[in-house]
């Protein structure tokens, strides 16, 4: 079972920042917060990762809790190509690391 | 650079069937994994391999067999389709966590398995 909880559903019109937030009640501290996302009918795509600071590259912003138990993913301008699901994943390095995908956030992006 | 390719793309098999799905990688990454997609639902890891000439089970393994003979491929087998096994596949592949530790993984586009 996923470890992570997230809102069934949001929507953000186009232009505005998209906020996704993210509990990880149960995270430990060698486990990264990973976000991916997933546009219909495509294969999961990686958006950004962190551990304990807050994270910025091309595509998002990655906002932890100092308490690391949530997140928010922020897409600073959303666009109509935005809208996906949206899935936040505690990952531990260890020998498989492999990915537990939990239901996700569907963020739907209005013209 | 194609990155993670899975081939066929979409398939229709009859029940007792047997058949492979391809994934091949150009990223020289050490990790591959093989997941389905149930409709509504997130990714569950059938089966994983570390490097080449390894593999080990994941979450739903029963009815699949894996092969990973070359560093590049990772081959997923139903050897007696089931309409349960009805599907959208996806592969993915990732560094070894003696590189870099924290290293996403990259997924293919799937492949869209029907048993009917």
């Known amino acids: 079972d996923a470890k992570t909880t997230q809102p069934p559903s949001m929507d953000c019109a186009e232009g505005r920042a998209a906020n996704l937030p993210c509990n990880h009640s149960?995270?430990?501290?060698?486990?990264?917060v990973y976000w991916y996302r997933q546009i219909h009918s495509q294969g999961p795509q990686y958006i950004i990762h962190?551990?304990?600071n807050n994270e910025t590259n091309e595509m998002a912003s990655l906002i932890i809790t100092e308490d690391r138990k949530s997140s928010t993913l922020i897409l600073p301008h959303a666009t109509l190509r935005d809208t996906a699901v949206y899935y936040c994943?505690?990952?531990?390095?260890?020998?498989?690391?492999?990915?537990?995908f939990g239901s996700g956030t569907q963020l739907t992006v209005l013209p | 650079n194609a990155g993670v390719t899975q081939t066929p793309k979409f398939r229709v098999l009859k029940t007792g069937q047997s058949m492979t799905l391809l994934c091949a990688q150009d990223?020289?990454?050490?990790?591959m994994y093989w997941y389905r997609q149930d409709p509504g639902m997130g990714l569950r890891l059938i089966h994983y391999?570390?490097?080449?000439?390894?593999?080990a089970k994941g979450e739903v393994p029963d009815g699949y067999n894996v092969s990973r003979l070359k560093k590049q491929n990772f081959l997923l087998g139903l050897e007696s389709a089931a309409p349960s096994q009805t599907s959208v596949y996806f592969c993915?592949?990732?560094?070894?966590?003696?590189?870099?530790?924290?290293?996403?993984?990259?997924f293919g586009d799937g492949t869209r398995l029907s048993i009917l």
């Open positions: 149960t995270i430990s501290g060698n486990e990264y």
């Open positions: 391999s570390v490097g080449e000439g390894t593999t």
């Open positions: 990223m020289n990454h050490e990790y």
């Open positions: 993915a592949s990732s560094y070894h966590r003696t590189g870099p530790l924290n290293q996403p993984q990259h």
């Open positions: 962190g551990l304990k």
């Open positions: 994943i505690d990952l531990s390095l260890g020998s498989a690391r492999q990915l537990t």
